[in-house]
């Protein structure tokens, strides 16, 4: 059986080349540990709005300029990889296009092209990522999110969101652990935001959502650990945007993490807490800009320091004070 460990990579975390080596050394290192990692990753940065623009634009019917952009973006991560962009994601630049023609015929877009759509943002940058992972020298398999998790059929849902923002149960899955385990490949990467309706049809998590991704495959797998990387080295006081004295939270229990995540903090989607909460799982946010901090750790254990305030957020129009443990959210 293996030990099962979650890595995701956020928008910025799979942009460059130079982000890619930085998750080829994390994945190998958490294989010399004995550990098989299931990497999820996100769209290259703002291809997901770039996607949504595309379809707008489509239902003017005018959609060649967004679609181009889209192209040009992975052709050019494609040449810094020194990888050939035809192969590898000429189909995909096709299915792109016809798709969003679909879209300017009708001059509508119902949810579920919308989804078909937004999917290609996760499928484009994992079919790059893992050539080049293989290029490298990685023993690393791709594999369709769509295939892995089933979204729960909600009956009272309307159609936006049964396609754009669809759940998942996170109980443990051992059909998925035995499907996973019989995967060739010591690493697996995959597509965070994406999986599939109990028809087959491509459904998405909401926007913002593979951080949802990695904890439920964290969960369903009963994972050792999920990290989530992404551009900033992990959870603060404040906004260290706005407060220049903020102080990194290096450990947290999932409340408090669930406090700080759902009034503001933009580092983690608060959705994603409770799957691996209820597994007890440990999360570790780390920085794949910064590979070498430590980052945040939120799991079971007793957090930083006493009991009080840990963060404090601020929205406009709105402050609101977070407090341990006290499950205080909106009560303010
Ligand atoms: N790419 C999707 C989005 O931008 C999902 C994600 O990155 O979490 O919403
Ligand atoms: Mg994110």
Redesign the pocket.
């Known amino acids: 059986m293996s030990r099962w460990i979650v890595l995701k990579f956020?928008?910025t975390s799979v942009a460059t080349a130079a982000r890619w080596q930085t998750i080829a050394e994390e994945i190998r290192g958490r294989i010399t540990e004995g550990y098989r990692p299931l990497v999820v990753c996100?769209?290259v940065e703002s291809i997901?709005n770039r996607l949504e623009e595309a379809i707008a634009r489509a239902i003017d019917g005018d959609h060649e300029t967004a679609l181009a952009a889209i192209e040009e973006r992975h052709r050019r991560l494609a040449a810094e990889m020194g990888l050939d962009a035809d192969a590898l994601l000429g189909k995909r630049f096709e299915e792109l296009r016809r798709l969003a023609l679909g879209i300017a015929l009708i001059r509508d877009a119902n949810p579920r092209l919308r989804a078909r759509i937004l999917a290609e943002?996760?499928l484009l940058s994992t079919a790059l990522g893992v050539a080049f992972l293989q290029r490298l020298g990685l023993d690393a398999t791709w594999c369709d999110a769509r295939e892995l998790l089933e979204a729960r059929p909600d009956p009272d849902a309307n159609e936006g969101r049964r396609y754009l923002a669809a759940s998942c149960h996170a109980d443990f899955d051992p059909e998925l652990r035995a499907r996973l385990e019989g995967t060739a490949g010591e690493a697996l990467i995959t597509q965070?935001?994406i999986a599939r309706d109990p028809a087959g049809d491509t459904v998405l998590l909401g926007?913002?959502?593979?951080?949802t991704s990695a904890a439920l495959f964290a969960a369903r797998l009963r994972a050792e650990r999920l990290e989530i990387w992404t551009d900033g080295p992990g959870m603060f006081t404040a906004n260290p945007r706005q407060v220049e004295s903020a102080r990194l939270l290096r450990r947290l229990g999932y409340e408090e993490a669930q406090e700080i995540a759902t009034t503001g903090a933009r580092v983690l989607h608060p959705r994603c807490l409770e799957p691996v909460r209820r597994h007890g799982i440990p999360l570790h946010i780390r920085c794949t800009a910064q590979p070498g901090l430590e980052g945040t750790v939120i799991s079971a254990e007793a957090s930083d320091g006493a009991a009080g305030v840990k963060a404090i957020s601020a929205r406009t129009g709105l402050t609101l004070v977070s407090m341990e443990t006290l499950g205080m959210w909106q009560q303010g």
Do not use: P, T
Request: charged content about 20%; aromatic content about 8%.
């Open positions: 956020g928008g996100s769209a997901s943002g996760e965070g935001f926007r913002g959502g593979s951080d």
